[in-house]
């Protein structure tokens, strides 16, 4: 009795498994026949069809999860990282350039007493010294 109930589980594991990698695999992976085929051999011959699938459908070195890509996490995209690091370097060389903008601003607006224009230029507006 216990021998009959684990052959039965057996063979419902084997054939579930079975069906299920077939219809997780793409179709142009299959090898032998289509992936319909694959599907009715496999309803038709359970376990044989199970086990023929194994050996001989199934794509070689590949499992079921390979064949399909799923979203990348932002934090997971080499190129996004990547990215963010230039942006980051960007904003960073931006924001030095803008302090020493600043820093130079505030020098010649020290050096000249507040005024516009310095008392004594090269050049007057008749471009006479």
């Known amino acids: ?36 085929a694959w ?7 359970p376990v044989l069809g199970a086990i023929l699938w194994l050996l001989i459908g199934r794509p070689r070195g590949s499992s079921p999860q390979q064949n399909y890509r799923h979203p990348t996490a932002p934090d997971d995209d080499p190129d996004f ?31 000249d007493g507040g005024q516009g224009k310095h008392e004594t230029d090269e050049h007057d507006t008749d471009g006479l010294k």
Do not use: C, H, Q
């Not at 589980?9 to 077939?22: E, K, M, Q, S, T």
């Open 1 to 36: 009795m216990l021998l009959r109930v684990a052959l039965a589980v057996a063979v419902l594991v084997i054939f579930v498994y079975g069906l299920v990698d077939v219809i997780r695999t793409d179709g142009r992976l299959t090898r032998g026949i289509s992936k319909p």
């Open 81 to 111: 990282l990547r990215n963010l690091e230039v942006r980051r370097r960007n904003d960073a060389e931006a924001a030095r350039l803008k302090k020493l903008k600043d820093e130079l601003d505030a020098k010649a607006k020290d050096s």
């Open 39 to 45: 599907i009715v051999v496999m309803i038709v011959l």
